[in-house]
């Protein structure tokens, strides 16, 4: 059946049935489980930038943290305007300890990507999980949300580990559905 044929309805309820773990409110259908990549003209600058952060994210796997700075510093001095490149320095400066230059350069990455695509969908998850760590949980549950909205699985498990009341309602309610499609009494 073409799901432009489903109703509102029969589509919240077949969520529920999906997906019982999601909040209520919360819609996994619909939702592209990879974020999309920003569109950008791959100039010579452009490539040049993403080999500088490919450098990064080498460096930062080998646990060169500096090194990888230093190269996520060359990618935005070249290429300022994009996302990814505040985006993966965030990273290396969250593991360095540097917590604020980190909530620094994920807020600029979710400036430059006007708050959409993989940059943008990283970015709110990365700052969800700062935000969890200092204690503020409304704002790492808002910033999560985002990031689910965007197709981020880890932060849709996030969304339901912060709200276990949520996740209990709806694990019952799926444990009913069972019930009723195995023929059971309720």
């Known amino acids: 059946m073409a799901s432009e044929t489903i109703s509102g309805h029969d589509k919240a309820v077949l969520n529920r049935i999906f997906n019982p773990h999601l909040p209520y409110n919360d819609q996994a259908d619909d939702v592209d489980e990879t974020p999309r990549e920003e569109e950008e003209e791959e100039t010579e600058t452009v490539r040049s930038a993403k080999r500088l952060e490919i450098l ?25 305007e994009r996302a990814s490149g505040y985006n993966n320095r965030a990273q290396a400066l969250r593991l360095r300890g540097d917590v604020h230059g980190a909530l620094q350069d994920l807020n ?15 970015a709110y998850t ?27 699985q880890f932060a849709k498990q996030q969304v339901v580990a912060m709200n276990p009341y949520a996740a209990m309602c709806n694990q019952m309610l799926h444990e009913v559905i069972e019930k009723i499609k195995q023929g059971e009494q309720l």
Request: proline share 1%.
């Open 56 to 80: 990064g994210v080498e460096a930062a796997e080998k646990v060169d943290l500096l090194q990888a700075i230093e190269y996520f510093n060359e990618a935005i001095l070249i290429a300022p």
């Open 108 to 122: 600029k990455a979710i400036e430059l990507s006007s708050g959409q695509g993989k940059a943008a969908c990283q």
């Open 126 to 152: 990365q700052r969800g999980l700062i935000n969890r760590l200092e204690g503020k949980s409304d704002e790492a549950l808002e910033d999560f949300k985002i990031a689910a909205n965007q197709g981020s």
